[in-house]
Nanobody, 122 residues
């Protein structure tokens, strides 16, 4: 079972930037999976925001973040980064990463982690 750990959240003013990290626990690999970022604000559904096929590097972004967020990989350390630029208050949420069979799936392998909190102040 793939185990992922999110980090990098924090408080930032609107227009600022943050980089989130998603790392596999030792002994696990992203090979054969797509890795996706989701976010959830209190009282709202968990929504997918970005996804990458680890094998091919093909990337997908939701309309809400397209042009502002970007993904990058560190294959040696089995880590996925989400660079978030031009942050808006509506980006405030708990962010989760998950391994999925294909980008677009809402069902991760294993269970959801604790996520990392991103708060964007006006």
């Amino acid at each position: 079972e793939v185990q992922l750990v999110e980090s990098g959240g924090g408080l930032v003013q609107a227009g600022g930037s943050l980089t989130l990290s998603c790392a596999a626990s030792p002994g696990f690999t992203f090979d054969g999976y797509s890795i996706a970022w989701f976010r959830q604000a209190p009282g709202k559904e968990r929504d997918g925001v970005a996804c990458i096929s680890w094998l091919t590097g093909r990337q997908f972004y939701s309309d809400a973040v397209k042009g502002r967020f970007s993904l990058s990989t560190d294959n040696a350390n089995t880590t996925l980064y989400l660079r978030m630029n031009s942050l808006k208050p509506e980006d405030t949420a708990t962010y989760y990463c998950a391994a999925v069979v294909v980008c677009g799936s809402q069902y991760p392998f294993g269970s959801w982690g604790q996520g990392t909190q991103v708060t964007v102040a006006s």
